[in-house]
Every structure is written in structure tokens, then in C-alpha cells.
């Protein structure tokens, strides 16, 4: 079973740390990743992304040209990554910030509000976390709990206040993505 | 109401690719002031560098060519040796000019090639994410010199500028900032007086500019121009260094 | 009445507040919304008396992005 | 020791660190930045030297003066500044000097882009530098390879005293994976040089030059260089082999292709595709043996390189006719997918009607 | 005009004068130096600019520039003086800007001798640089041929917008031989190029670059560059064919070792052996061809080269095992003799039973 | 009779292949006498350069390593970052330092590199045939400068001892001649002083020695020891160029 | 025919411009030449030596490992270069300052002082002529006539007053050489 | 008597005449017959009484092949 996936957004919106975090999980779980950011041109400005890759098996390609699912936090990412979800595929999108319109039908799009999500659990910064939560929840290749422990190894779990917020993040996002998807279903 | 103040028509109507509140935008809009000011701009060739103002030909609306890093002014020679009437400037930033550069810079002012240089000094390689330039600060943070720039294990900052001065080809060099309104008419002037060493055939000029690089200074704009005004200067203190022009003083 | 305006290009302000801190009326601000290129992009406004601007210049000759033109009259 | 997410860059980094290497000397460059960095703080902490050079011509002269007096040292630049560093290298070689050199490979010529290519192949087989000499040159193709070929560069470049490249690209660079690195050597255990410059103390005085102002003795060292390259051919040739027992068509490509090609693999054989990969581990020595073999049972060839086509040359010498070479190349930094990959191995593969139940294809004299 | 008896260093910068350059940036290294010497005071004459540049590095930079200002430009080393151009090579490349560019090859790696040798072949024709680009090599074998090729390499130079490289060595550089030179070329009757930087008077302003960090745009430029090499190819591959009329035996070297072989072949066809020279004239490109379409009546070429074995791998691509490939080289400056080559001849000719009355030899699969 | 006068030890005890009359026969004596005087020879490595002294190894009885053409301060880094408590020194030529070098020579200085540098003026490009070198004097002949040097056409000679004195990590500069006994005494004295600052690792030292080639000057050795007396020190005077040792003045 | 001749002697005794001056002769009398010194190394010091090649054919070779005629003017040319004279080949020496025994009776010697020649003559620096002289009478390759001829367009021929003398040392070494040959046969 | 001497050692010597140029006593001359090297070698004499060196070592500092070895006593 091979998961790939792909993060997409401004560079100042946590996208890296959210792959990171993600892979960083899937490792400690014993599967296969590789993390594969999109590194800034020498040229400043633009928008940042990278591909998480996961897998029971060997990885072959770290580059994901028809990714499972794909995670877009601002408008042009939702421009430049939509297509690419396979069929069957999942697409979560930051709907605080993303409103175009998706038109395929053949991938299920899970939209969360995280921007919001993030202040009314007092910190803004969070809004990465809750996403990640939100793919855990939407996709089954992570457990929150497994989330929860990985957490303290990076950045967003250092300090034991930052990590229980973090950790409330992750459960936001899963509780957030459970209603989006059911709503997506009863559509 | 009359329009006082709008863009120079030797920039290009395109949107600076740089951070907010790079000093490279204002540099640009200087020079950019100043060819329009001499009428020059369809005589005039750009050498940019490799380094953050390596898309300069983006905005600059004059004919330009791409250098190698560290070689813009062996470029502008070969220029400037077959196109004899014609303005060559260079737009080099602190690791181009004076660390990969050293012998290029050096010799060329010193052989006194009838060239402009401008030297953007802003402490650090902005492009390549902000390791220590030869310029870099005492003290003063990179992502290669763990706990700040020092001088006892990294060298201290070089003053090129001032080397050049010891060239015997170098006719006018002038260290400016534009981390004031009252630097950029300054640095203005100078970057003005530089081309006019070259249209008087004189020999080499050079301008330094301080220049603040928020982003790998890891300070919000405002304050990395004060600290451009306040701390840069301590070490490298604007004014004129070489000044053998024999133009009135003004 | 005022000698001077400005109008500052909304989508060429990167927000830098170098303007803001440079102009001796204190004629300008940091807007609270986003420009299309999530920007906070700088404001002018003439003050209370409409007279803020003395078409001083420091704020276009300081501005990187050359957002701002002046007038005068 | 437990795995470690970490991206190529830093991997590489602690890699010649716990190989031994304490003295780094190097320029910024991207895609390849976080290789210096990360020595700036690493060599701190073990006592190590970190020299921001002035340049990568001043690096790779460091590098030679360390290396002249024994030690384990390493620089990394991209692919401008490796260019820079070919007068360096053919010294290296010339003096028979070991040093690791990486090349993160971006797109080119010139200035070119920061993308990950593969389009420097010809100048570090053949050396870019003057004169006739051989860097071994290693091309990892996982976070884990690169910890190990780092390890391995740092044997080969003292046990053989020549220069040892290691090519990655910017993919490899950023790119994180889980490694399990080996426990740290300590330099000083590491067996004596008996050549190096250490002060003529209770010995002769010592010289290390590549001046040879009579022909016939610089002809003898050259002689002593092709022998010794020839020790490395035989001895150091490394490769792998994926899929290889039935293939009917075989993908050659390296590091970071080789992965896309593995992908693209995976795809065509759930098509029923008979496709293998070999893929070279050291570009030089090139494995042109076991290539040649192959041409015994399989008579079609897909190198698969990100450049314009400089692998297939060394491919092309070593199957001397004996199977179809074609070759598919994206240059310039863009990094194919394995779908378009398999898109090509299936075309070729349909082509000369290698599908089950087809005859075997006759034998292709020309080559595409 | 009468026959001048000069010394090819002289004739070289003389030709390049009478070809319309008029500028020439350079630095001194043996064995060209006379290069500079001749420039620096005829460039006087004739109202052109001859710049003795800080290094190697400064020069080619400069050249780079002069031709971005439409000049024909020229500069001349030595082998690691062309090891430290290879940036600007491939910026030369990739900024498409014709440049001429001379290397008098001498005894490496490293510091190496100032002795004649061939052994920068890699260099020149894989691109010592980085990235996908050729240089168009020509390598001529006289005094005369010389003068001609330097005419040739501006011509080409312009032609394609590439930098030409003319391949010499210390004894091409110092020999003298008789040589009549065409007229001169007024540098102001010559084309006009319309891609220079010359100020943006009266149209758009213009930029020269080759950092295109798009990797689609730089693959586009890639495949472009690769159109124009393949042009270059077919258009412009070169060599000189010398009794192959009944060879049974051909023996590939070119430049200086080149005339080394005739005179060798001189010596065994008198003792009745035929054996013929086929001389690449461009290295790159490389007469593929002509040496493939031989293979089908000759079964065995010899590579002579003043090397450890260069291009001898572009004989073995070429020939894809229809022909055995022996190889005999002298590296590090020792040249040798027509005696000795005439040895090696008739040693693999006798090998393979080439001689009259035997039965032609079978083909051999394998390539010694 | 008692001999005051012999070889140093740390010479080898080869022939010198200079020419007659060569200021790098002298030289080599004085750093060899230098080395025996501070009893060093077993911990001294030496890098010479391409230049006429590139085969400075078959006299200095020291390790020696050999380094390209202009990059022997890079190399010598290299040596001294492995090998702290030896001593390190460079011989170089004037082209070698300060024109293909350049960009080594001045960051090396500017570290603070602790390496002693000799640096062999001699006007010319000795070993390659006597083309310009940085440091040709105006008027000068050379292969490549038709006419002599002509400062408008060819440039002006390069001090770069002094440029090197801007760059914060050089400790000890002084420029020295070894054209006359007393010139020669000085000389000495300075290279002792430029190892002794390597030994206290107070930083860069350097000095600069005028030097004569009476080949390429086309002149005999007596009239090239006069003209480097009487003519090179007019644009390159002797004396101490910085000194922050702290040493007392003696 | 082709004829194979190498000069050798110290630096500083004109060694190249005899090369030189042969060469060109025989270029203005319509044969093919090649001319190929031996360059000095980047060091000082040091012997030097030159081939000359003329021929009625293309010449292929500018190498000669068997000369037809080797010219030696000092003793270590003689130990490098009196055994490569091909047999039947004639070995000129400087007898003023080569004094070794030749031990080779497939060639002919011819001794020339050349030295004591040139300073009878009143001119020290053109022993290298006389030798060119006794060269061309011993080989019979050149004509005494078209080397006077040639001698004006070197430097041997710029004053015709040294022109003069030039051409006299010409007539001197041919003179000389014809009596070393006639002593030689009657030996 | 002489306060030194030195000894010129012939096959060291270039013939450069520096040794002769800074002898402050002159009893250093070039000689008339060539070295092996082909050099003209200097030569010392005492002068005509004998005591012509005062073992300044100026010739011996100055002789860049260390041709040149001086005694007193
Ligand atoms: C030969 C080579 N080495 C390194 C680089 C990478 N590089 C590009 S710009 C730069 C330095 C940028 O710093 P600076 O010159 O100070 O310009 P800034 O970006 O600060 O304006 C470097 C190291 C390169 N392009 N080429
Ligand atoms: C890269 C490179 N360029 C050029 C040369 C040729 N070269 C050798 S020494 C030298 C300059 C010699 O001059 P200098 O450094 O002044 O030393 P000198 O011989 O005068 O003592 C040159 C150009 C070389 N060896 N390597
Ligand atoms: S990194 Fe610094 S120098 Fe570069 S654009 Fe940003 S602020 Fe300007
Ligand atoms: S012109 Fe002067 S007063 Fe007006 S807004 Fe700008 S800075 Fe303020
Ligand atoms: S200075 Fe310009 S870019 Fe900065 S905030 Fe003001 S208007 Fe915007
Ligand atoms: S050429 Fe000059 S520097 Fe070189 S050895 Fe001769 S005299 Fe000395
Ligand atoms: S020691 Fe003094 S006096 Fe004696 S020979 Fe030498 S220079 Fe003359
Ligand atoms: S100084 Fe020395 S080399 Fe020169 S002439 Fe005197 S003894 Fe001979
Ligand atoms: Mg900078
Ligand atoms: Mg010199």
C-alpha cells in the first residue's frame, strides 16, 4: 500500500512542517517515506509545497505526478494541484482562504476552515496542525494518536503548552474533516 | 495637483521580485533616476550578478548581460573595450564583488576600465539564503557562522572599497546607505557622479551602497534600515573614499 | 487646504511601513486588509483637517516598491 | 541508533562527519546551501574546521592543502562552481590527493536553474579538468545511499589517494528520508598515512608535486595513474540490479532517475511488461561488464537520464553494438514523472514487439 | 602573398587578425606564450585591444563580454589555464555567444609538463564544464591547416553562436613550417549580428542570460542547443582521409600525432603493409560516420594518441564492435616517434594476419 | 681560520638552477637561514608556487607542497587549518600573488590566516618569459607590453602589500629589497619577524621583497641590482607597511 | 627525397636561427619544410636543439627519430645525439668545443672549429653561420648561393655590412668542410 | 696579515659579479676561463699584501649561490 500526497501553499503557511510532521509519523509507525519539499528558487517570493510519500513497500519515486490526495492552503495552489488528484483521490483545501469552485467529481473534496479553526483555538499559528489533523481523519493514513507522539519531536512540540495546543489542533481538525466529510455524503 | 514624484522611464513597469523593503529596489530606482537624468539609457549596458538582483534585467530598460558570479567586471571590460562610446555599469552585490570577485573587482579598477560599478553592500548572500558575506557584520548573524560572525574564527568584514583605493585606476569611490531619505538623495548624487566619471572617460568609479536585506537579517524593514544607519555605518562609514576626479567640489 | 497628496498603488505596496516611518506628517498606515498579494499594504489619508501632506517626497523617495506618486499644488 | 527523517543535505553532512571528516571548506551555492550550513554548526560541535571560502577555487585549493596534510576533507558545490573547481580537481588527481567533492547537480549551462539535473555527467566521468586522470564518481539514489556512499567515498578517495565525487542533484538534497547512520569513526583511528606532509622531523624532507618536467617520468606517472584506475575498474565497479532474471527490456538509469525509473517500472510491469533497471552506483568506474552481459538475453536498452543524453555514450561503448540503445532525456531541471517514464518503456517496449507472446526479437544491429 | 616561414603560436594570432578579430584577452602560460606576445603587438597595428588579463578566469569573462558586444574575440592557454575557463565555457554555451577559444595542450594533470600532449580530448569535446552544451573542437595538423582552421573556427563561431575550440599543442605552437595566408578581413565588411548588446536605440532593450529557472524554458533552451549540435553535426563534421583507398588496417589519431602517423605509415607501406590514416579534423564533432561506413572493409583501426586513451572511446562508440579497436598512446609530453608507431603498426598487423597473400582475417567480435 | 659564513642547514645542498644574479637564489637563503635560526626546519612545510621558484622543493630541506598558480595561501590554509602547530610559509611570485591569486591572497590576509607569505617582487612574469606583471614599473619593457608598460593602455603597477593592509586579519606587512648588503640584512630580519608572528599566532604576515631578474629585465645582475635599488623602490618604497604585533620597536 | 637534419648545442649559440635560416632557404627554393624547435622548459637553463625536415614531398612528420644529419655544437649534444644519425648519414661537430671521439663508422664525421673559424673571420657571433656553410657543402641539401640569399631576410641580413660578413662565413664553413671531407676520404 | 679570507667555490659560481660589485676592499675579480657550467667564475686574491679581506662578508651575503664561504682569524 503506497499513499502519496502532496502539501501546497504560501510559503509563510507552515506547508514543510506539515509534510514533515506528516512523514515523520508515518516513519515512527514503520512504514517507508520520503518528504520531498519544492525548494525556493534563488529568486525570493513564491509559494511553497512538497510531496510526502508513504508506503509498506520500498518507494520508488519520491515525485508524485498523480498524488492520493492533495492538501491546498491558499488559491494558487487549489489552480495548480486540483487536477492532479487521482480519481478516488482526497483533496482538502483551507476554505478560509480557498473559495473557487472544484469541479471534478471524482474525488471527494474535504473543505476546513482552518484559518478560523486555528484562532478560536487561540493561536493562529496552529492552522497547519489542524489541517494535518484534518488529512489524518479524511484519508486513514495516520492515526492522531500516532500524531500526537510524533509532535514532540519537531518544532511544534517542544515546549509542553505548544504541544498540548498542538495536540488540541490535530483533534480540531480530525472532529472538523468527520463533519465535512459527512456532509460531502449526505450531498 | 502636479505629479513630483513617479518612476523613471529607464525602469521597466514590472513589479520588483524583492522582499519587502529590500534596499535593491530603491538602488535600482536610483539608477534607473540617473540614466534617465544623463539621457543615456540607449547607451548604456547593464552587467547584473548573480545574487539577489540577478533578474535586474527584469526592471532595468537597457540592454543587459548575465556575468558569472563573481565576474561582472571582467564581463563590463569586455564590453566596455569594443563598445568605447557606450555607458557600462555593473550591479554587484558584496559576495559577487568582493569575496568570488576579489581579483576581477581589484584589477579591473586598477587597469582604470572606464566602467561604473555599483556596489550593493548588504552584509549578507541575500540570493543563496543568507550565509555570511565578506561584509557580514561583527557579531552579526548567518546561517554559517553559528552564534554570529566571529572575527577571531570567521575573519572580520573586508572593506573592498577601500582596497580599491589603493588601485591606481580607480578615479571616484564613494560608500553610500539608503537607510535614509537624506542617504538615498546621497547615494543618488553619487551613483549620478559615477556615471559622469565614465562619460568623462576618467577611469574606474564605484559606489558602495549600504543596503538593508531584511529578510536574512531576520528584522522587519523599518528596523533593518535603522540598523543599516546606526551599526553598518560604524564599520563602513559612508563618504567619499577616492575622489581624483578634479570636479568642483559641491 | 493641503499642498500635497499621494497615492500609493495598493498591489505595488508590499508593506514594508518604511513610508510610515519616514514621513514627518505621519500621513500614512498600515491597512488592516490584504492585498491580492497578502500584503498589508500602506494607506494615505489627509488627517482630520485634510491637510496632512506637505508634498515632501520622503515618503516615494524612501518607498522600494515605487509605489507612491506625490503631487503638489 | 534510531532512524532519523533528515533531508540529503544534512545526511551527507553528518555522514562525512562520522566518517571522519573534520575539515570542510566550501562556497554557497543553491541547490546545496544546507550542506555548508549544517557543517558550520556540525564541525563546532565535534572540533572540527569549517572555512567559509572566498570562493569554490579557493575551497578546493583548501581542500588540496588539508588533503596534502593528511586529513579527511570534503567540499560540496553545485554545478558552476564544480566547473570552478576542475583546475583543483585535475591537481587532486595529478598530486594523487584524496578529497570527497559533491556535486548537487542543478540545471545547465551557465547560470542555468536550481532544479535537479543530471547533465554533468560528462565532466565528472571524463573530468572536466586537464589532463589524463579519473575521479571515482559515486551516485546515490536514497537518503540512506547517501549516508553509505558517503562513508564508502571517504575509503575509496584514501585507500586509492584520488578524488572521489559524490553527484547528487537537488532532489537528493532536499529530499527526506528515514536513515540509520553507522556509528561515528574517530578520525585518529584511522590508519596512518605515510605520505603526508607532517614536518620533516626524523625523516627526509617530503615533496608533494604533480611537476613532472620530463616527459618520460610524467609518462611514468601517467602509466601509474591508468594502473591504478584500472585497480579501481576491477575492484570498486558497483551497481544495482532490479528486476533484472526476466527482463526483456532494460532501464539504465542513476540516482534520482533511477528511483523515477523504479516507479515507472512498477507501473509497466503491472501491465505485464517485462522491464528491469540496472542502475549504476559508480559512474566511474562504469559498469560496463555487466551491461555487456546483459546484452546476452536482452536486446533493448532505455537510458533514462535527466539531461540531454551523456550516460547513453558510456552505455552505447559497453553494449558495442550487441543490443538497441534509446534514450530518453529531460534536461534543463524538470523532473519527469514515472508515468511519462513508463510511458516511453512501454512505447519502445511495444515497438520492437517484446510483448508475451511475440516472438523474441531478431537481433538489432543498429542501435536508435 | 609569399610563403612566410612562421611558428604556429605566430600563425595563429596572425590568422586570427586577418579573420577579423580584434580582440584577444589572455594571460601567459607555456607553452603558448608567444600567442599573447604576437597579439599584444599586433593588436597595436591594427587598432585592436589586446588585454593581458589578471588569470585565466578574468579572460574568458572578458571574453564573454566582447562577444555579447558582437566582436570576434579570442583567447588562448594552456591546459589548466582551460581548466579554469570551463565556467565561462559553459556560459559561453548557454548565452550562445561565438567566441574562439585555443588550447596548446600540454603534459597533465595537474602542474604536468610544458611537453605537447592530447590529453585535455575529454575536456574539449565532453564539455569540461557543467550542463548539457559542445563545444565545436577543430584540431589542426599544420602549420597551414592552422591558419585555416583559425579562419574556420570565427566563421563557425558566428555561424552557430557557440564557442570554437582550436586544439594545438606545445609542438603545433613552436613548429614551423611555411604558410600563405588569406586576405585580410576588414572586421566592418563582416555581418552584422542582430542579437548583440549595443544600447536599446530605437528598439526594445535586450538581455543576454542564460539563467532561465523555469525547468520547462531551460529544457526548451536545451533541446534548442541540442537542434543546433545536431546541425552542427551534419553540416560540419570534418577529417582527412590518407590512403585508405586499399587500408587494411586504419590507423585514427589526429593534430600533431596525426602527422607522427603518417610518417609512420610511410615506413610500413614501404615494407608492403596497407595500412591508411583517417584524421578527425573536428574532434567534436566527431567523424562517426565515415569510421562506421569503414568498418565494413577494414576490420582493424589502431587509436594513436598522445594520451592514456581518449578518444579512442569515441572510436570504440563509433565503430559499435564491427572493428577491433587497439590503442597505443604515450601520455606526459613524450612524443613519439613515426619508428615506434610504425612498430605498433605492423605489430597488430601481423597479429591479425593482415598481410598479402594471407586470407582476409574474420571478424572479430571483440575489441582488444 | 674560523668559518663566519656557510650554507644554512635547511637548504639542500642543490645548485640553485636561477640565473646568475637571481634575487630568488637570495631569498631562498634568507628563509632558510631564517628556519635554522628559530630551529623550526622539522615543523616547517613550505608552499611554493608556479613561478620561476616552483621548484623551490629541491632547496628548502622541508616538507613542501606543491600549489596551482596563484593559490598557494589557499593551499596553505588548507595546511595550517590541519597542522596548527606547524609553520607554514609561501614563496611567491609577484603575478602569482597578485594577479591570478589575488582573490586568495587578500581573504587569506583577511582571516588572519597564520601563515608567513614571501612574496618575491620582481616586475615580471619570470618563469613564463617576462610578460607585464602586476607589479611592472611604468616605462618598463616586457613581452607583452610593446614600448614598455603604458599605464594608460596597460594599467599601473598593483601595491597589493599595501591593499593587504586593509584586510583586518594581516598583522605584520613590510616590504624589504634584497639589492644591497644592507637591504639584504633587512630583509632578513623582516622574514624572521614575519615566521616569529606565525609562532605567536598572532595572524598573517607577509613581506615583500624586491627583487631582481636580471633575464627578463634584459640587464646585467649588477645593473638590475642598482635599478631595483634606485627605480623599483620609487613605486614600491621599502619599509613597514603595518605592523600590529606589538612587538617593541627595535 | 627527404632530408632530416637536428641542430643542438647550448642556448646561446644560435642553435634555432641555423634551424631557422636552413629551413627558410629551402622554403624559397620550393621545398616543404617544417622547422620545429625544442622549447625551453618553464625553468632556465638548458640545451636547445631543432629539427628541420625538408622534402620534395608533403612532410609528415616534423620528428626525426633518425636524422640524416645531426649538427652538434657542444659536448652533451653529442652524447644525446650522435647515435640517432641514421646510417649513411653525416654528423657535423663543432670541433672548437667538442672533443669526444665518435665511435660510429656507418657515418660520416665532419669536425668544423667553428669557433676559431668565426673569430678569424672577426666576428664571434657568426660561428653558427659557418656551420651552416659547412653544413650545406657536406650534405650537398642547400646551395651556398641560396642561403646568401635567404640570409637577407633574417636577422643574419638586416645591415648589409653584417650581411657581408654573414655571407663570408658561409663561404668559410663550406671551405672547411670540403677540406674535412677530402681528409676524411683520404683517411 | 689578512683579518680573512673566503673561498670561491668555482662550479657554485654564476660569474654574476655581484660579489665583486660589493667587496669594499675590491679583491674580488672575474676570472678569464670558463666554469663547466660556462660561466665565468669569480675569483678572490689577497691583493698584493696579502691582506686585502677584512671577512665583512658582504661578498658572501650578497652571492646569490652560496658560492661563497668566508673565514677570519
Ligand atoms: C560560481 C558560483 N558560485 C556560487 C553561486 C551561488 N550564488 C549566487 S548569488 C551568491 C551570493 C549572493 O550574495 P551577494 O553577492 O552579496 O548578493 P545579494 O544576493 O546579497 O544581493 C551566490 C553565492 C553561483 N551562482 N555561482
Ligand atoms: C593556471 C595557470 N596559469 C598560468 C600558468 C603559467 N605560469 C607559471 S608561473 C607564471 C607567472 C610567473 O610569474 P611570477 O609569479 O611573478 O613568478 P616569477 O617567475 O617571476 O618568480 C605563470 C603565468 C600556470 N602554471 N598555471
Ligand atoms: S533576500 Fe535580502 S537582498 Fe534579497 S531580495 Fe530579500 S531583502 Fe533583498
Ligand atoms: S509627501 Fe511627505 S508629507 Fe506627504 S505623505 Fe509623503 S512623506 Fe508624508
Ligand atoms: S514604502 Fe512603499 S511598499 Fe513600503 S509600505 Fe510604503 S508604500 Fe508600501
Ligand atoms: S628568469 Fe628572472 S626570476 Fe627567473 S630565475 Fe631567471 S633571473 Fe630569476
Ligand atoms: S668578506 Fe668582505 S672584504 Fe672579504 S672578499 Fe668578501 S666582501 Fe671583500
Ligand atoms: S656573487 Fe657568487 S655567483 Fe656571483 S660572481 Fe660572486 S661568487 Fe660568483
Ligand atoms: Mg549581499
Ligand atoms: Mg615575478
Redesign the interface.
Known amino acids: 500500500m503506497t499513499n502519496k500526497m502532496i502539501f501546497a501553499g504560501f510559503g509563510g503557511q507552515g506547508v514543510l512542517l506539515m509534510g514533515y510532521l506528516t512523514a515523520l509519523t508515518a516513519m515512527r509507525q514503520g512504514k517507508n517515506v520520503t518528504y520531498l519539499p519544492s525548494y525556493g528558487a534563488e529568486v525570493r517570493g513564491g509559494t511553497a509545497n512538497c510531496t510526502v510519500v508513504i508506503s509498506d513497500d520500498e518507494i520508488a519515486s519520491p515525485v508524485a505526478s498523480s498524488p492520493d490526495y492533495v492538501v491546498v492552503m491558499n488559491n494558487p495552489s487549489l489552480v495548480r494541484f486540483a487536477n492532479m488528484v487521482a480519481p478516488g483521490g482526497i483533496l482538502l483545501i483551507n476554505s478560509s482562504l480557498v473559495h473557487s469552485e472544484i469541479k471534478r467529481d471524482d474525488i471527494t473534496v474535504v473543505p476546513v476552515p482552518i484559518n478560523e479553526l486555528a484562532h478560536e483555538l487561540g493561536e493562529d499559528r496552529s492552522a497547519n496542525v489542524v489541517m494535518v489533523g484534518a488529512l489524518a481523519e479524511a484519508t486513514g493514513v495516520l492515526s492522531i494518536e500516532a500524531l500526537k507522539e510524533a509532535l514532540a519531536e519537531t518544532g511544534l512540540g517542544k515546549k509542553p503548552k505548544v504541544l498540548e495546543l498542538n495536540r488540541r489542533a490535530l483533534d480540531i481538525g480530525a472532529e472538523n474533516a468527520r463533519q465535512a466529510l459527512a456532509k460531502e455524503k449526505s450531498a | ?7 523613471p522611464k529607464s ?1 521597466k513597469p514590472n ?12 538602488i535600482h ?1 536610483l539608477v534607473a533616476e540617473v540614466i534617465d537624468e544623463l539621457g543615456i ?5 547593464g ?1 547584473p550578478p ?1 545574487g ?1 538582483a ?2 535586474a ?1 527584469n526592471y ?12 561582472a567586471l ?10 568605447k562610446d ?1 555607458v557600462i555599469f555593473t550591479y554587484q552585490g558584496d ?1 559577487d564583488i568582493a ?6 573587482s ?2 579591473a579598477a ?3 576600465e572606464k566602467i561604473t560599478a555599483i556596489f550593493v553592500n548588504n552584509g549578507t ?1 541575500g ?3 543568507g ?2 558575506a ?1 561584509t557580514t557584520l561583527p557579531g552579526m548573524g548567518s ?4 552564534g554570529g560572525r566571529d ?2 574564527r ?6 573592498l572599497t ?2 580599491m583605493a ?4 580607480s578615479v571616484y569611490l564613494e560608500r553610500v546607505s539608503v537607510a ?2 537624506k542617504g ?2 546621497k547615494a543618488k548624487k553619487a551613483i549620478k557622479k559615477a556615471f559622469q566619471v565614465q562619460l568623462d572617460g576618467l577611469g574606474f568609479a564605484l559606489v558602495e551602497v549600504l543596503s538593508p536585506c ?2 536574512n537579517w531576520k528584522m ?3 528596523a533593518a ?1 535603522e540598523w543599516t544607519d546606526k551599526e553598518m555605518t560604524k564599520i563602513f562609514p559612508v563618504g567619499v573614499i577616492k575622489d581624483i576626479t578634479g570636479y568642483d567640489k559641491d | 487646504m493641503a499642498k500635497g497628496k499621494i497615492i500609493i498603488d495598493r498591489e505595488k505596496c508590499k508593506g514594508c511601513s518604511l513610508c510610515v516611518s519616514v514621513c514627518p506628517k505621519q500621513c500614512i498606515a498600515v491597512s488592516t486588509g490584504l492585498n491580492d498579494k497578502g500584503y498589508y499594504p500602506a494607506e494615505f489619508s489627509q488627517g482630520e483637517n485634510g491637510d496632512c501632506c506637505n508634498a515632501c517626497t520622503l515618503c516615494a523617495l524612501t518607498c522600494p516598491d515605487i509605489a507612491i506618486e506625490v503631487y503638489r499644488g | 541508533m534510531a532512524k532519523q527523517l533528515m533531508r540529503g543535505s544534512h545526511v551527507l553532512g553528518e555522514a562525512a562527519v562520522r566518517a571522519g571528516c573534520r575539515y570542510y571548506f566550501g562556497y554557497p551555492i543553491t541547490p546545496q546551501n544546507e550542506v555548508p550550513e549544517y557543517m558550520s554548526s556540525r564541525m563546532l560541535q565535534v572540533g572540527g574546521t569549517f572555512v567559509q571560502a572566498e570562493s569554490e577555487l579557493a575551497s578546493i585549493n583548501m581542500v588540496i592543502g588539508a588533503a596534502m596534510a593528511g586529513a579527511r576533507v570534503m567540499t560540496s558545490s553545485s554545478s558552476p562552481g564544480i566547473s570552478l573547481m576542475q583546475e583543483g580537481i585535475s591537481y587532486l588527481a595529478g598530486l594523487e590527493l584524496p578529497a570527497v567533492i559533491v556535486n548537487v547537480v542543478r540545471g545547465g549551462p551557465g547560470l542555468g536553474n536550481i532544479a535537479p539535473a543530471q547533465s554533468d555527467y560528462f565532466q565528472a566521468t571524463r573530468g572536466g579538468g586537464h589532463g589524463d586522470y579519473r575521479t571515482i564518481v559515486l551516485a546515490p539514489d536514497s537518503c540512506q545511499e547517501l549516508c553509505d556512499l558517503t562513508f564508502k567515498a571517504f575509503d575509496l578517495a584514501d585507500k586509492y589517494r584520488n578524488p572521489v565525487l559524490i553527484m547528487g542533484d537537488g532532489m537528493m538534497g532536499q529530499m527526506m528520508e528515514p536513515v540509520e547512520f553507522p556509528e561515528p569513526i574517530d578520525p585518529a583511528s584511522l590508519p596512518a598515512k605515510d605520505w603526508t606532509l607532517s614536518g620533516a622531523k626524523g625523516r627526509p624532507s617530503r615533496v608533494i608535486l604533480s611537476l613532472l618536467l620530463n616527459p618520460k617520468v610524467l609518462e611514468d606517472h601517467n602509466f601509474k595513474l591508468v594502473r591504478k584506475y584500472d585497480a579501481v575498474t576491477r575492484e570498486e565497479t558497483d551497481w544495482e540490479e532490479y528486476l533484472l532474471d526476466d527482463a526483456r527490456q532494460v532501464v539504465v538509469a542513476y540516482g534520482t532517475a533511477a528511483r523515477i525509473a523504479k516507479g515507472a517500472i512498477k507501473r509497466v510491469r503491472q501491465m505485464g511488461l517485462k522491464v528491469g533497471l540496472l542502475r549504476p552506483k559508480t559512474l566511474w568506474p562504469f559498469p560496463e561488464k555487466p551491461l555487456k552481459d546483459l546484452t546476452r538475453v536482452v536486446r533493448q536498452l532505455l537510458v533514462f537520464e535527466m539531461s540531454a543524453g551523456q550516460m547513453v555514450e558510456d552505455v552505447k561503448m559497453a553494449v558495442e553494438g550487441q543490443a538497441q540503445v534509446h534514450f530518453y532525456g529531460r534536461p534543463g531541471g524538470v523532473i519527469p514523472t514515472p508515468d511519462e517514464v513508463a510511458h516511453q518503456i512501454s512505447h519502445y517496449y511495444y515497438q520492437a514487439g517484446l510483448m508475451e507472446g511475440d516472438k523474441p526479437s531478431k537481433r538489432h544491429g543498429g542501435v536508435a
Open positions: 495637483m502636479k505629479k513630483i514624484f513617479e518612476a525602469l513589479l520588483f521580485h524583492y522582499c519587502p523593503g529590500c534596499g535593491h529596489s530603491i530606482r539609457q540607449e547607451r548604456t549596458i552587467v548573480a539577489c540577478v533578474l534585467y532595468f530598460d537597457v540592454d543587459t548581460g548575465e556575468a558569472p558570479h563573481g565576474r571582467a564581463v563590463a571590460t569586455g564590453l566596455k573595450r569594443v563598445l557606450h559576495g569575496a568570488i570577485g576579489t581579483a576581477e581589484i584589477h586598477n587597469r582604470g548572500y540570493m543563496t539564503g550565509q555570511m565578506p546561517t554559517t557562522t553559528p572575527v577571531a570567521d575573519g572580520a568584514p573586508l572593506d577601500k582596497m589603493e588601485a591606481k585606476g535614509t531619505p538615498i538623495r531584511p529578510t522587519d524593514p523599518v534600515y
